[in-house]
């Protein structure tokens, strides 16, 4: 008898064949055999494709679409991700490396993050890449950098809203940040950047991450929105780029609905009038980064022991929290819950059991699946985590533990 499964959003991204999961087109099997060694990511290169297409579907023409690519910056899915939208977004000296290598122009890609070192500036300023700055401090060190190149810094302020993203997994605007400029200070601030050497470009008002509710998101449009307008009034000239931000969520655990795409898009439609009215010619980006990959990634682990301990089934696999820190609930996460997890190659199973997958980590917290239903498992075969193509391998402590490291495949 098969238990009922707790209800995930459908996650039908990738198919099952004679109860394989095809990764890439691929069955994971064979996937694995081609890499060589486990454990893995692997990224549906097909599913990136799809996921960018559903956007320009949902996304009035107007809006242009920028890859945040700190979600997951492996140089290869960079590259294809590059090819497919209209910007890249970056938050770091080395992300601006990858970027660079990709055949994106320049001038459509966009460096924030706080603490940009002297060496990270230059590098941007005479890449050509803009700036969007977190600081007043950081806009004189960038006017004496430009002065240093002769090349004029291409600008934009990153503002901290006097509004918050309303049910978001993380909250990056509103109240005391580390983020962007208080709103209320921009207006003297615009009015020094017209005194210095520096070519303004426009506003990015990002208010936060993973946001699964359209009216939320609807309502951070509109009031970004409003905010910018009301800061062009003070800007030393016409506003070039409006970054509104991003915080599309997408659904990890049971009972999480998908984000109504269509709604967020349909209300874009209807407040863009306005703001072409208010801001002409101002070219009005949204950055994505786990909407974009999220779910177009696995990490995929082999099972070394079945261990029972007083009755309870634990899966020790060769991966753990040290290549992917988020399934374990470690990252940032207030209440550990499972990712969805299913035994790759053998996907419903013939028996099913309750089990736990862990890791080879001497720490209890080096766990990938709590007491989760599964097809019953042996040792060799294949856990995968999906919903993992997103803040996995960069966001997790490799170094912990000194075990080998992933590998990253884009297939
Ligand atoms: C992290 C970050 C993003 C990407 O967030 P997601 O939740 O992955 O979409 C976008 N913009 C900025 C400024 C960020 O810091």
């Known amino acids: ?187 003297e601030m615009l009015a020094r950047l017209g005194q210095l050497e520096l070519a303004f470009q426009g506003f990015h008002i990002y208010s936060g991450s993973q946001n699964l509710k359209a009216a939320s998101l609807q309502d951070a449009h509109e009031k970004t929105f409003a905010l910018a307008i009301r800061l062009a009034q003070h800007a030393p000239s016409p506003v070039l780029t409006l970054n509104i931000g991003g915080g599309f969520g997408i659904p990890y655990f049971p009972g999480e609905e998908r984000l109504d795409l269509a709604a967020v898009g349909v209300n874009l439609k209807r407040l863009l009038p306005d703001v072409q009215r208010a801001l002409p010619g101002a070219r009005i980006d949204i950055e994505l980064g786990r909407y974009l990959v999220a779910e177009a990634g696995v990490y995929v682990s082999r099972v070394i022991e079945r261990k029972v301990s007083r009755g309870q089934v634990y899966l020790v696999t060769d991966g753990g929290l040290h290549h992917h820190l988020a399934a374990s609930g470690n990252f940032g996460q207030v209440i550990r819950k499972n990712y969805p997890v299913v035994v790759g190659n053998r996907v419903r199973g013939g028996e099913r059991e309750t089990a736990s997958v862990v890791g080879p980590l001497c720490t209890p917290l080096d766990l990938l699946a709590d007491q989760m239903d599964l097809a019953r498992a042996d040792v060799g075969d294949l856990v995968v985590v999906l919903q993992s193509g997103a803040y996995g391998l960069s966001a997790s402590p490799g170094g912990f533990l000194s075990h080998p490291a992933a590998l990253e495949a884009l297939v």
């Open 1 to 187: 008898m098969n238990a009922p499964r707790p209800k995930h959003a459908e996650l039908t991204q990738f198919a099952v064949v004679d109860d394989v999961l095809q990764v890439g087109g691929i069955a994971l099997t064979r996937l694995a055999e081609r890499i060589g060694h486990t454990p893995f990511y692997a990224y549906d290169r097909a599913s990136l494709t799809a996921r960018v297409a559903l956007l320009r579907e949902h996304l009035p023409p107007e809006i242009h679409l920028h890859y945040a690519m700190k979600a997951n910056p492996m140089p290869a899915v960079v590259q294809h991700m590059a090819s497919l939208v209209d910007g890249i977004d970056i938050a770091s000296g080395g992300e601006l490396r990858v970027a660079l290598d990709t055949p994106m122009d320049p001038g459509l890609i966009s460096f924030a993050g706080p603490g940009k070192s002297d060496a990270d500036l230059s590098c941007a300023v005479a890449a050509g890449v803009v700036l969007n700055m977190e600081s007043e401090a950081e806009m004189e060190r960038l006017a004496l950098v430009g002065k240093r190149l002769g090349i004029t810094p291409k600008v934009a302020i990153r503002v901290n809203p006097d509004f918050e993203l309303k049910s978001s997994g993380m909250k990056m605007g509103g109240g005391p940040k580390q983020f962007g400029v208080d709103a209320e200070r921009v207006p």
